[in-house]
């Protein structure tokens, strides 16, 4: 007879390592299926994010940005380096062994929560029926009473710049480059190609990063946006706008991409490119023709607020649905479900899930940006606080960037906060917090935050909303 558990979850990744987790603990008997197969020829848990997206791209960057710091600004401090050298065999090892100790990690939290790991490809039959494919092949039908399908995402492939495991690679491909490319491409200039064109420029790329559209970073505040372009640029990312790949040739270890600009038809050639254009839902073989979980008309899996799909029973969470693709989004939905299943009225702030960008200076936002609040016609006052004038940030030679907070300016409560600094991901956290807790512009300024610090910069940000920033002039006196 099949295995029946009380929830299923199909994916190991944020979202479904997460709600299998929280399952558990709530007391479902919980299975989660997994096929991927690390570095190592075996079952490795935790999806993109632990193995080949968030965890492994920020060690890459934390180090060398650590080599940065030690070739550029130790000498500000007045510290000599002798005999600098970067080993990038180590940097991927350290980051390697990372990914090895979280991926295990969960493993080991699986066993303490009781949690059930089937190794294999999941697929959904009729009725709440899973099929698991075994990495040998076998086939078994397990039964839950409730589905999770966590499938995830992956990386989306242009016809102009086909992978070839080498000289073009995805953002998996780039997190394992034995040796600094003398000319990276980097094809779109997203979240991906500004942290791993970021990653490789430290080192001494020359990074040229193709982007298709005229706009540099059109999601986030216009303000930010601009200061961000200015700053990596002096960083060495020579970023084309309006710049459209349109082919590429390969020649021994060197690609010469085709794109087209205002001017016309270019050529540029790279020793690497790095495709990041998107990533598009996993859903291949997921759902049998008889499951009926709908998709939409862009392949996501089709889903109400809460998650539930076209079958009762049946949720979906995560990359393979719509909203952000990101992995505290994907955790937040996979808690939300397994509550609902145990008959909590939990449900997901979708307004408030900050998105961050780990370049340096990071840059960071949550709620709504400037130019979306006037186009919807809402009055707003704007509060703009600049690290340089920070005394922590000055201490630490970190003084790029600058936080805006963004109020309603007849209720006072804060629409948007967006960073463009030090620690900016860690700042904006603090602005989600008071907006998810409803507060005001006033109600931050009439914090005590501890001195010095570069928190200091979100208190200065929230008074200079209302004209009252007191190390910095305010734009308008109130
Ligand atoms: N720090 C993070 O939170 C983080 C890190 C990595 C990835 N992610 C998520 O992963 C997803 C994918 O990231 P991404 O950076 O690949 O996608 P993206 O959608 O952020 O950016 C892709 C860019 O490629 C451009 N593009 C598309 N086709 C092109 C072409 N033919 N020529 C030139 N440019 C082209 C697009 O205009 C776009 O600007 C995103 O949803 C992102 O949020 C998040």
Redesign the pocket.
């Given at each position: 007879m099949s295995q029946k558990f009380d929830i299923v979850v199909i994916g190991a990744g944020p979202g479904g390592y997460v709600a299998a987790i929280r399952a558990a603990q709530m007391g479902f008997k919980t299975a989660c299926i997994e096929k991927y197969q690390g570095k190592e020829g075996k079952t490795s848990l935790g999806g993109t994010c632990l193995n080949v997206?968030?965890i492994p791209?920020k060690a890459l960057l934390d180090s060398t940005w650590k080599y940065h710091e030690a070739e550029e600004s130790f000498k500000i401090h007045g510290i000599a380096v002798k005999g600098l050298a970067m080993d990038v065999k180590t940097m991927i090892a350290r980051k390697d062994t990372i990914v090895k100790n979280l991926t295990g990690g969960i493993g080991m939290l699986f066993k303490a929560n009781g949690v059930t790991l089937l190794e294999g490809h999941g697929k959904l039959l009729a009725n709440k029926q899973v099929e698991v494919t075994g990495l040998d092949g076998k086939v078994e039908t397990v039964a839950a009473e409730n589905v999770i399908i966590a499938s995830g995402s992956r990386?989306i492939e242009?016809p102009?710049t086909p992978l070839n495991g080498d000289t073009i690679v995805d953002?998996t491909g780039a997190l394992d480059f034995i040796e600094v490319p003398k000319r990276l491409g980097v094809?779109?200039?997203?979240?991906?190609?500004l942290?791993l064109g970021s990653v490789w420029a430290r080192l001494g790329s020359e990074v040229t990063v193709?982007?298709?559209?005229d706009k540099f970073l059109p999601a986030v505040d216009e303000q930010v946006a601009k200061e961000a372009q200015k700053v990596l640029t002096k960083q060495g990312l020579n970023i084309k706008l309006g710049?459209?790949?349109t082919g590429s040739s390969t020649k021994g270890k060197t690609v010469t991409v085709e794109?087209t600009d205002t001017e016309g038809e270019q050529k540029i050639t790279f020793d690497k490119v790095i495709v990041?254009?998107?990533?598009r839902p996993v859903t291949t073989d997921l759902l049998a023709a008889d499951s009926g979980v709908n998709m939409d008309e862009r392949g996501f899996i089709f889903v109400d607020d809460y998650c539930t799909t076209s079958v009762p029973g049946v949720y979906a969470i995560g990359d393979v649905v719509r909203g952000?693709?990101?992995a505290h989004k994907a955790s937040e939905e996979g808690i939300m479900v397994v509550e609902r299943i145990a008959g909590h009225k939990a449900q997901m702030s979708y307004d408030l899930i900050p998105?961050?960008?780990?370049t340096h200076p990071e840059i960071a936002w949550v709620g709504k940006n400037e130019q979306t609040l006037k186009a919807e016609g809402i009055e707003i006052n704007v509060g703009v606080f600049p690290f340089a004038a920070s005394g922590r940030a000055m201490a630490a030679n970190d003084t790029t960037g600058f936080v805006k907070i963004i109020a309603d300016a007849k209720t006072d409560r804060i629409l948007g906060g967006h960073v463009i600094g030090p620690s900016a991901a860690e700042l904006v956290q603090q602005i989600a917090i008071a907006m998810e807790f409803g507060s005001s512009a006033e109600d931050v300024g009439m914090m005590i935050f501890s001195h010095p610090t570069v928190s200091e910069a979100v208190h200065e940000a929230a008074l200079a909303v209302n004209g009252h920033a007191i190390h910095v002039a305010n734009r308008k006196k109130r």
């Open positions: 997206g968030c791209s990386p242009i102009p953002s094809i779109g200039a997203g979240v991906i190609g942290e193709l982007e298709a559209m710049a459209r790949v794109y990041a254009v998107g990533r952000p693709m990101l998105g961050v960008i780990y």
